[in-house]
């Protein structure tokens, strides 16, 4: 697809909401996301978002999307493949259009529900005119905005882009860079691909 300038917000966010947040994690997920954010000293408003938390990582945490304060420039949505759809009608109607899908369980299981659910989401995107990274992805690491979803990255920024569908590709990449000394200007796992690919 050609690129779409709307989407530049997602590069360089003043607002994040993560959608999926958890008072009993498993896994890695929206709690390890905010950790992240935080741990990159992110200078945005992070928004975690669930009905049945209070607060997460000593944000407040809100119970839905249309209760946010202010627009946001990318959701980050963490929750099972199921809610996934519910969750991108909430997008649209709060004018959120970048959206990062880090759940998996879509066309990659080769299971018919999750087939299913995969042209669901693309039928919602399309749609709202969402700008989806993923699903089943990693998504975004720009240390200019300090932002990721890889653990352990730095702040410091490079002169070269990497693109990967793959996730853990996209991790170890970037480790092995960071542990080489080289830095990565930005880092795109595009999983899916169900909107934006390589």
């Known amino acids: 697809m050609a690129w779409d300038k709307g989407f530049e917000a997602a590069l ?3 607002a994040i909401a993560i959608v999926g ?8 997920g929206a709690n390890d996301i905010i950790d992240c954010l935080q741990g ?6 992070i928004y975690p978002v669930n009905p049945n938390a209070t607060e ?8 839905n999307l249309g209760s946010i304060p202010e627009h946001v420039d990318l959701v980050i949505v963490c929750v099972p493949a199921p809610a996934v759809p519910g969750v991108l009608e909430d997008c649209i109607a709060a ?5 990062h899908i880090f759940t998996a369980g879509f066309e990659e ?8 659910l995969g042209e669901k989401v693309k039928e919602i995107a399309r749609r709202g005119g969402l700008r989806i990274i993923g699903p089943n992805c990693m998504g975004l690491y720009v240390p200019a905005a300090r932002i990721s ?4 990255s730095v702040v410091e920024s490079g002169p070269v882009a990497f693109i990967s569908q793959s996730g853990t590709l996209a991790e170890n990449y970037n480790r092995y860079a960071e542990a080489s000394g080289f830095r990565f200007s930005k880092v795109f796992s595009f999983g899916n691909a169900y909107v934006l690919d390589s």
């Open 95 to 99: 004018g959120a259009k970048n959206v």
């Open 12 to 14: 360089s966010p003043k």
């Open 56 to 63: 997460i990582r000593g944000l407040k945490v809100y119970p």
């Open 40 to 45: 990159l000293h992110f200078e945005g408003r």
């Open 21 to 28: 947040v958890s008072s009993k994690p498993r896994g890695w």
């Open 149 to 152: 979803t890889l653990a352990g």
């Open 109 to 116: 299981t080769g299971e018919a529900e999750g087939r299913e």
